[in-house]
């Protein structure tokens, strides 16, 4: 998505899409906007490096009605973007209970999304989603006083084992759901490894629950891809709370929720060349008909066959974020959203991690959760992302194509959809197309999942093995992303108002 617009272009994007109002205001971040380079604790919480604490202080300190105003009086101060959007994310590491993975603890999930839409926004306009989070944080916090005023604590540093035992009595101890054990295991992997051997069986303990809707792989490659921007210098107190949440069983007896036991031994099937298949569109549709009807083990066990038959991974992916965007056609929500972002995230699992089980067992466990997500949505309209076609007759011939499909959503998904086939058909730009959902979302967003899913489905765009899937999967988007007839945010109105009142 898009790097710094000239001013007149930017100003005529901002018109087509109906966000003129107020980007005077906004103009004047460009004065204090920071480029993406770059406290006294109480016993009961963890002690966070020196650099970040005084940032997550005044973060969790200021009242949420005077953050935004705190905020920018901070970055006018010299306060880096990378010190921001650490300390955000720190704060809801400490603040924020992990357990259930998702609601209020979204204040944690949704940073790396934000962070990676602001930085493809008009300069101009690139700290809006740390504003946004910075409200979200804010109200997290005060729900989790309210439920209790979870924190995460100081390490028990006695029971902190050396660094040569660490990595596998982590693995014992989040193999018996031991949250004691895994704590102290946490700090002794962190501290005696480097980053990619500590994050290794993270990936596998990520992949291997659906429990909480697919949010602890999410939340396993977020703290990862976040740690990559803010420096792994932060990762302790982030793992720790990784590993908490991942281990939350919701009262249940403790195991995966899942066809993980299956497909271990789906993986140990699995040639040894297997990455080394050919793209095949034809099997990318009958694995996509498999997904439609078959029960997670059978969905999985027909991708195996298709690895065996020589099909590269990257053509199951496909079918895996082709029948995710279906769902979102069929019956727009948490749990079809969730199946695009889950899938986003174990398909980034599937790249990040080094072994060889993991990587098979991200994309099988990708293929086998789809089904899942099908039953629970229960769509009463039977579509199917085949359907999406690109009627000429849908291109819009005022000049102004991206923004004449941002003003049919409203109306019209379905048309908003097929203008998108149809301007993407005609040698249009995805890039166009996303850098306008980007900015809808910034102004009109309301929720987690807006950034959330907006990030996760560019991702998936440009990760298509075959090109000719991209267009159906960004007019797919079209179901969910906001429309220029939304109101704007009052949030951002607020933000706005913030702006203008420090910097005016």
């Not at 901070?74 to 590491?93: D, M, N, Q, T």
């Not at 298709?306 to 929500?333: C, T, Y």
């Not at 730009?429 to 907006?454: E, L, P, Q, V």
Request: glycine share 10%.
């Amino acid at each position: 998505m898009g790097c710094q617009l000239p001013r007149r272009r930017f100003l005529h994007s901002a018109s087509a899409l109906g966000l003129g109002a107020g980007l005077g205001s906004w103009e004047l971040l460009r004065g204090i906007t920071p480029a993406a380079d770059e406290a006294k604790v109480g016993p009961e919480m963890v002690r966070l490096r020196p650099e970040i604490e005084p940032v997550v202080r005044w973060i969790e300190e200021t009242p949420r009605e005077k953050v935004f105003e705190k905020a920018v009086a901070e970055l006018k101060a010299g306060l880096s973007y990378r010190a921001l959007l650490g300390g955000l994310f720190l704060a809801g590491v400490r603040n924020v209970q992990p357990r259930p993975v998702g609601f209020k603890f979204h204040a944690v999930l949704v940073i790396n999304s934000a962070h990676l839409l602001g930085q493809s926004a008009p300069f101009s306009e690139r700290l809006l989603p740390l504003f946004w989070a910075l409200d979200n944080f804010k109200a997290s916090q005060a729900k989790d006083v309210q439920e209790g005023d979870w924190a995460l604590g100081p390490v028990d540093e006695s029971r902190v084992p050396k660094p040569h035992r660490a990595k596998d009595d982590f693995i014992k101890a989040m193999d018996a759901w031991d949250v004691g054990a895994a704590d102290v295991a946490v700090a002794g992997l962190c501290r005696g490894s480097g980053a990619a051997e500590t994050m290794e069986p993270f990936w596998r303990m990520g992949v291997r629950d659906q429990r909480d809707i697919g949010h602890k792989a999410i939340f396993t490659s977020q703290s990862w891809r976040t740690l990559q921007a803010i420096g792994w210098e932060n990762a302790e107190p982030v793992l720790r709370c990784l590993a908490y949440g991942l281990l939350d069983a919701q009262g249940d007896r403790p195991g995966p929720v899942g066809p993980y036991a299956a497909n271990l031994e789906n993986a140990r099937k699995i040639r040894e060349d297997w990455q080394l298949g050919k793209a095949d569109p034809g099997a990318t549709r009958s694995l996509l008909e498999t997904l439609r009807q078959a029960s997670p083990e059978a969905a999985s066990v027909e991708a195996v066959k298709l690895l065996e038959q020589g099909v590269a991974p990257g053509s199951l992916w496909d079918a895996v974020v082709l029948h995710s965007s279906e769902l979102i056609m069929r019956n727009p929500g948490i749990i079809a959203i969730h199946a695009t972002t889950s899938a986003n995230s174990l398909h980034y699992i599937f790249g990040a991690s080094g072994d060889d089980t993991t990587r098979k067992l991200a994309l099988l466990q990708a293929v086998g959760w789809q089904p899942m997500y099908r039953e629970r949505i229960k769509s009463p309209k039977p579509v199917t992302i085949d359907e999406l076609h690109d009627a000429e007759e849908t291109v819009s011939t005022d000049g102004d194509p991206v923004g004449a499909i941002f003003r049919t959503i409203d109306g019209d998904r379905g048309a908003a959809a097929a203008k998108t086939m149809a301007y993407l058909g005609q040698g249009g730009s995805a890039k166009s197309i996303f850098d306008a959902a980007s900015r809808m979302i910034f102004h009109k967003g309301t929720d987690s999942h807006d950034y959330k899913y907006g990030a996760a489905i560019w991702e998936e765009c440009l990760a298509a093995s075959d090109p000719k899937w991209r267009s159906r999967l960004a007019a797919a988007a079209m179901y969910n992303l906001p429309g220029t007839g939304k109101p704007d945010s009052p949030l951002m109105i607020r933000a706005r108002e913030a702006v203008a009142n420090v910097m005016g």
